[in-house]
């Protein structure tokens, strides 16, 4: 995710974090052992680190101090739900565009641990009115951005639980300061859910550690695009609406989700090996954004020879009315801002942007962080895939980039940062330089490789920068405890880049 400052400074910034001590696991994947195969060249059926045990989530994360709610991250500690790990959305929405009043029904296939008589999901100004679990109506209450629910019965260890609510969907400043939810443009909408934002339209397990499947059904009014995730499996005139129907069978966190609508144009074309790519932009736009389109895949290759094959199964841009600056790494069709492409060529900033959240498709959307504490493994290595682009172009070396970086870097962990910090400098750039630094320290080949295994291994999960740093000495053969300790979570790390390997 990068946002051009002033507006939003703590998006655009491009650092590195990582969570905790090497000791704090914290939240962990929920299904580790159930990664989605890899169809375009990720090993099937592989599974991560030893660290992370498959289908337990802790209660708490240590320091988080948290409640009950939640699922113990310790930056939030009220999202997600303890014992909660939802399989896949059936999300049906109808939006009306004059009124701006969202009408909701989802159905969440969720496996429960445990002997849970009440449960909760995340929903945050939602009016509720009905709530079901296996078919039979359940009791339910929300208090503050939580539905609780409690089934008619003792529910098994897979339910199916749907919720029928409505809202007039609108943006709030996060934790982080930064605004998120449904956002209302002049000619339709868009979603930007990180880090909290899905709440405010749909009941969820709104936190990374839970991925999962969808599908959207989105009704829309007659003439108007609605654009989601994944592929789309059917469009439809009923009763004056177009009803529109997209899939996504790549597990997913919530704050990933895309939604779109409005006066779109659905391109489509063909990427490396075959891969499908699937674009969306504003039908006025079209012709603008042509050139944008067109670069698509030209960056996986050149990204594929160093990050290894694309993780997922397509790929494509969206650029939507929204404000200056937006780019977000919707999963598998990022989410840019028409006010940044208008000129309609490739100059050094549009090159960023592109490179940025194309790069988020291996770290961040195939592999996820467990917690937001591990953002890091999210920015930073968007970061460096855009200082290597840019490098590809012409655009400065990937050495001056982060001698730069290194030199303009702040006080302060890249491995903890608060949650006013979540999205600053040291999450960014000063993140990449603790990747120039590994990399300078271990060599290209074992750099690389590395980068190329966590996305094979981790591939449809959400992992802790403890299972990265596992990793690197695993793939180096070096003890790199010094170097994560000296360059990652030091408040202030050496103010020269090591000697190359």
């Not at 790519?277 to 030209?298: C, K, N, R, W, Y």
């Not at 890249?414 to 990399?439: H, I, M």
């Amino acid at each position: 995710m990068r946002h051009r400052p002033p507006l939003l400074l703590p998006l655009f910034v491009a650092a590195a974090l990582v969570a905790g001590c090497a000791a704090d696991t914290g939240v962990q994947s929920k299904r580790a052992d159930t990664a989605a195969p890899a169809t375009n060249g990720s090993a099937p059926g592989t599974t991560g680190p030893a660290s992370t045990v498959p289908g337990s989530v802790p209660a708490t994360e240590p320091g988080s101090g948290s409640t009950g709610d939640g699922v113990g991250d310790s930056l939030f500690p009220a999202l997600g739900n303890p014992g909660v790990d939802v399989q896949h959305y059936d999300v049906h929405v109808t939006y009306d565009a004059v009124t701006d009043q969202l009408q909701g029904d989802v159905t969440l296939s969720v496996h429960l641990s445990g002997d849970r008589p009440t449960f909760s999901l995340d929903a945050a100004g939602l009016t509720v009115t009905a709530v079901t679990v296996d078919g039979k109506p359940a009791k339910f209450s929300t208090d503050a951005a939580k539905l609780r629910i409690t089934p008619a019965s003792a529910p098994g260890s897979s339910v199916e639980v749907e919720v029928v609510y409505h809202v007039k969907p609108t943006t709030a400043p996060s934790a982080v300061g930064i605004p998120d939810g449904w956002f209302n443009t002049p000619g339709g909408s868009y979603v930007l859910d990180e880090p909290d934002g899905a709440r405010s339209w749909l009941p969820c397990n709104d936190h990374p550690s839970d991925k999962a499947t969808y599908t959207f059904t989105i009704t829309v009014g007659s003439g108007v695009t609605a654009v989601a995730n994944g592929v789309q499996r059917d469009h439809r005139t009923e009763n004056g609406h177009e009803v529109w129907v997209w899939q996504e069978d790549r597990p997913m966190a919530t704050y990933l989700i895309q939604v779109l609508t409005g006066a779109y144009d659905i391109v489509e074309g063909t990427g490396p090996h075959g891969l499908p790519l699937v674009s969306a932009v504003l039908t006025a736009d079209h012709a603008t954004m042509q050139p944008f389109i067109d670069v698509t895949g030209e960056q996986i290759a050149f990204f594929e020879k160093y990050f290894g094959t694309f993780p997922l199964d397509r790929y494509g841009i969206a650029i939507t009315d929204s404000f200056s600056g937006l780019a977000m790494e919707t999963q598998e069709r990022s989410l840019f801002s028409r006010d940044d492409f208008s000129g309609g060529r490739l100059d050094p900033s549009t090159q960023l942007f592109l490179s940025h959240e194309l790069t988020h498709q291996w770290f961040g959307d195939a592999v996820t962080p467990a917690r937001w504490r591990d953002i890091w493994l999210n920015e930073s290595f968007a970061t460096y895939g855009q200082w290597m682009w840019g490098e590809h172009v012409g655009n400065g070396s990937v050495a001056d980039s982060a001698a730069a970086a290194l030199a303009s870097r702040p006080p302060g962990s890249s491995a903890d940062p608060t949650v006013d910090q979540l999205f600053s400098y040291n999450s960014y750039d000063g993140g990449a330089v603790v990747l120039q630094a590994l990399r300078l320290t271990i060599g290209d080949a074992s750099f690389f490789q590395l980068l190329q295994q966590w996305v094979i291994r981790n591939n449809g999960t959400s992992r802790t920068t403890d299972d990265f740093v596992k990793l690197a000495s695993q793939i180096s053969g070096k003890d790199l405890t010094k170097f994560f300790a000296t360059w990652l979570f030091a408040d202030q790390p050496p103010s020269s880049f090591p000697a190359a390997a």
